[in-house]
């Protein structure tokens, strides 16, 4: 079956870094962009950064440009989110999905907390 398993969050320091990981199965990777979100308490889920399939195109919100990269590897069916420079404001539950209208997949999230 469909599965996004995402990896890689914690506690964080400001100014700091992290590296999420979500690994795909059970669906032609290669064939679906691939999304970033993040929900914070009390507020809607947010799109962070996109891929294309091939990776040869990147998007992001702007609160995070010059600061988070997304990547991809298509062999290892993995999406990658490099955070860096992290701010408090960055604290959220991060979740990866893979879309190719009409459908979309999501992970279970994973925790991202950005404090001193």
């Known amino acids: 079956q469909v599965q996004l398993v995402e990896s890689g969050g914690g506690l964080v320091q400001p100014g700091g870094s992290l590296r999420l990981s979500c690994a795909a199965s059970?669906?032609?990777?290669?064939?679906?962009?691939m999304n970033w979100y993040r929900q914070a308490p009390g507020r809607e889920r947010e799109l962070v950064a996109t891929?294309?399939?091939?990776?040869?195109?990147?998007n992001y919100v702007d609160s995070v440009k010059g600061r988070f990269t997304i990547s991809r590897n298509n062999d290892k069916m993995t999406v990658y989110l490099q955070m860096n420079s992290l701010k408090p404001e960055d604290t959220a539950v991060y979740y990866c999905?893979?879309?190719?209208?009409?459908?979309?997949?999501w992970g279970q999230g994973t925790q991202v907390t950005v404090s001193s």
């Open positions: 059970g669906f032609t990777f290669s064939s679906y962009v």
């Open positions: 999905n893979a879309a190719r209208l009409p459908w979309a997949y």
């Open positions: 891929i294309t399939t091939t990776g040869g195109s990147t």
